[in-house]
């Protein structure tokens, strides 16, 4: 993907000014893609396109309502609120088909505090984490709305850095290591926006504003500060009373108060009692070493709290300023009456919420990122190994000898929302090599699991010698490799398989019949024999821990425990006709319970035979809504990962404990993978 600035004008204050004069915004850009996602409700049917553009409003604020985070000082269900509020917005955003804005104070910088919650001063895999949470976000509004959504992110990390003891300096490496990672991973919905180019800050000397540089910057931040408050400073303000008499703001500063006496554990200053530690005050007032005791610290944390109070109530005024028309996202718990709180990190536990700068992540076997304090690592219940990306520090892995390849030299790199991708760094790296066995494992684990820059996987033998390796190759009626590409109309008795369309959500075997039941093999090995054309053609998996920790809250897993389903098709050579099959059923290896399904693919989807799924013993209604559930988060980007295949790629997943299906894509530019079962 070629990367470029967008330099297209940007309203701010009501105004129309070029990039380099307001906002300095930097956007990746790239050619439209083709995209795949269940639409909540595109209001199908209706004629009156005004209800249509209603039912787009509705099914995006219910995209964001899934990375929404409640707080028990709020009442659980908040959707009017918010929707009150935001409706309006998007509609007219929707009329004019216009992209929808959305706007995020956030990602400010690390917290100072690197002995107990982070791991450094830069961004590490919390933070890579997020920017895909937020891109996936995004991407699932293009995929009911076509001009999509774009998100700013807009730092406050100098609204509040000297507060805190943080450098200026260290505010803007973190913003640029930001950036780069947001271009390096493709983030191309995400864009970021720095206040000091924003119009309505007075008396900013023009020579500031670029801020090209770290040492510009260092400049300016002291600055835009002081015009932060000059411009919308109020000599009458009473910060007290302000926390006092507003729900939101009084939930904001108990959370400022929470992560500032671990932000500022290890800092003295002037007047502190000290608890540990022999340092003493430099000219700003901070130290490098020791401890407040708690009755200080205590002080300190309310002091620098309300501070921030008052300086944050300043920052969202230039913000509802800047930004007027905006759908606005915060990372505080609110009531949602005047912006929608989210979670911008996966696996948050109620009443645990956190974000990439305060914490550091871990990433399980099974692929799941845990999110906790740098302290918290000692006390895990099983031994973690530290990463390094480019030299230093990134996160904790569990540790374990399936991760040891011996000479091979690979990286293993975690996927969100799943999966494992596993590089080889060395040209020449053969895929011969491949410990089967213990990929084996990782697979049952952490799939789909990824081989990128191996040589070899190519040669047909050797790839089917490898599925060997790893178990029992399932032997088909057209033998052991199938090639998955457009058969023009020769399906070979495959229905759409062999085909440029779409296909469902499914579990390969399913209508493989032997002795009257299904031949269900246990992981399936590709590799890809061309790259897929950009943006069409992925290979979709869903896991079945990730659609269980995702469903609505309606249909826990001891509800999807007591349903059956059947389905119905006339493709793959018979009529089959399966009825009474499990919705939750035990993985062989693992004993954890897995995700039984196929999605209901009606004739209006496809020019070959249709496949029909129902819920058992449920009403029609009832049993649509069941099935639309389900088909709706297994499209979810929190759980579906989206494989853009390149050439030579070997990836491997566990056929029972995940979905997967198929993007189209354009035959005229080629696709084909092959393919081998294994048991």
Not at 34 to 42: Q, S
Not at 145 to 160: C, F, K, M, N, R
Not at 218 to 227: D, G, H, Y
């Amino acid at each position: 993907m070629t990367a470029l600035v967008d330099t297209r004008p940007l309203a701010l204050d009501g105004g129309s000014r070029s990039l380099q004069d307001i906002l300095n915004v930097e956007t990746i850009v790239e050619q439209p893609t083709a995209d795949i996602d269940i639409p909540i409700n595109k209001g199908a049917g209706l004629q009156d396109p005004r209800a249509e553009d209603d039912h787009i409003a509705c099914g995006i604020l219910d995209i964001i309502g899934r990375y929404q985070v409640y707080d028990k000082a709020f009442e659980l269900n908040l959707d009017s609120r918010y929707k009150n509020t935001f409706m309006p917005l998007l509609v007219r955003m929707i009329r004019l088909r216009s992209c929808i804005e959305l706007v995020l104070p956030a990602f400010p910088f690390k917290s100072p505090n690197s002995q107990d919650k982070v791991l450094g001063t830069l961004p590490d895999k919390a933070e890579e984490v997020s920017l895909a949470l937020l891109q996936g976000m995004c991407d699932a509004i293009k995929g009911m709305y076509e001009p999509g959504a774009q998100l700013t992110i807009v730092s406050d990390g100098i609204v509040y850095n000297d507060l805190l003891g943080v450098s200026d300096l260290d505010v803007w490496r973190y913003g640029e290591e930001l950036r780069r990672m947001a271009l390096d991973n493709d983030c191309h919905s995400i864009k970021f926006a720095r206040i000091s180019q924003a119009s309505s800050l007075l008396d900013l000397p023009e020579e500031l504003i670029a801020e090209l540089d770290g040492e510009n910057y260092q400049r300016s931040a002291p600055i835009v500060r002081l015009a932060l408050e000059r411009t919308f400073g109020d000599d009458d303000f009473d910060v007290s009373n302000y926390i006092k008499g507003d729900e939101n703001v009084k939930a904001t500063y108990r959370g400022y108060i929470k992560f500032l006496a671990a932000d500022l554990a290890h800092q003295i200053y002037e007047g502190d009692e000290v608890a540990t530690s022999s340092g003493a005050s430099d000219s700003s007032g901070s130290t490098t070493s020791g401890s407040p005791s708690k009755s200080s610290l205590k002080r300190r944390a309310q002091k620098v709290a309300k501070q921030m109070i008052a300086r944050g109530k300043y920052f969202a005024e230039l913000i509802s300023k800047a930004w007027p028309d905006a759908i606005r996202l915060s990372i505080h718990a609110s009531n949602s009456s005047l912006k929608i709180p989210i979670g911008v990190l996966p696996n948050l536990r109620p009443g645990r919420v956190t974000t990439p700068w305060h914490c550091t992540v871990v990433c399980k076997l099974d692929g799941t990122f845990v999110p906790m304090k740098r302290t918290d690592l000692s006390s895990w219940s099983l031994p973690l190994e530290p990463v390094y990306s480019q030299g230093r520090l990134y996160c904790y892995r569990e540790s374990s000898d399936l991760y040891n390849w011996g000479s091979i030299n690979v990286t293993f790199e975690p996927l969100y929302p799943c999966g494992l991708c596993i590089t080889a760094l060395q040209q020449q790296t053969q895929y011969a090599w491949v410990p089967m066995q213990k990929l084996r494992k990782l697979v049952e684990l952490s799939a789909p699991v990824i081989l990128r820059n191996f040589e070899g996987a190519s040669n047909e033998h050797l790839f089917v010698a490898k599925a060997r390796e790893f178990g029992e190759v399932q032997t088909w009626n057209f033998g052991d490799l199938l090639k998955v590409r457009d058969g023009f109309g020769q399906q070979g008795g495959l229905n759409n398989v062999l085909s440029s369309e779409p296909m469902p959500f499914h579990y390969d075997g399913i209508f493989k019949m032997v002795d009257g039941k299904s031949a269900v093999p246990r992981f399936q090995c590709f590799t890809a024999a061309t790259a897929s054309p950009k943006g069409t053609g992925r290979t979709l998996f869903t896991p079945s821990r990730l659609v269980f920790q995702n469903l609505p809250h309606l249909y826990t897993l001891d509800y999807l425990r007591n349903l059956k389903w059947s389905v119905r098709t006339k493709g793959f050579g018979a009529d089959h006709r399966l009825a009474g099959l499990p919705l939750i059923d035990e993985h062989p290896s693992t004993k954890l319970p897995i995700f039984r399904f196929h999605e209901h693919w009606p004739s209006s989807r496809t020019t070959f035979e249709e496949s029909v799924v129902t819920i058992d013993d449920l009403s029609e209604e009832e049993g649509t809504r069941v099935r639309d559930a389900l088909e709706q988060t297994m499209y979810d980007r929190r759980v579906c990962a989206r494989v853009e295949w390149e050439k030579g790629d070997v990836l491997i997943s566990d056929n029972i404990a995940l979905l997967h299906t198929r993007e189209a894509f354009n035959s005229n530019q080629g696709r084909e993978l092959w393919r081998v079962h294994v048991d």
